[in-house]
């Protein structure tokens, strides 16, 4: 493995990360989801809209649950975690 290869790191907290590498590692581990978890591109689109337009989105996350929004709208298993459900788990 070459030395600078970039990787994942599981165990750092995102204060402990450069800035911005928190971001880049969400966005290769969404990458790196097996095809048959993700979400459909136009699903995970249309969550995003979805999320965008929500009172509950603050700097990326739901303040409902905490999570990154694009991580859990990247996944077909997960649905929004509000009581009325903005968009749905896709199966």
Known sequence: M??????ICRKCLLREMQEGEYFKNMYEYIARLPEEDKAATETYEERL???????NLWNGMCRICGC???????M???AC?????R????C
């Not at 070459?2 to 990787?7: I, L, P, T």
């Not at 975690?81 to 459900?85: L, V």
């Not at 968009?87 to 896709?90: D, F, V």
């Open 2 to 7: 070459e030395e600078n290869a970039q990787r």
């Open 49 to 55: 809209r979805v999320c965008k337009n929500c009172e």
């Open 68 to 74: 990154y929004v694009e991580m859990r709208a990247a």
């Open 76 to 78: 077909k298993a997960r």
């Open 81 to 85: 975690p509000d009581i009325t459900e």
């Open 87 to 90: 968009w749905k788990r896709e």
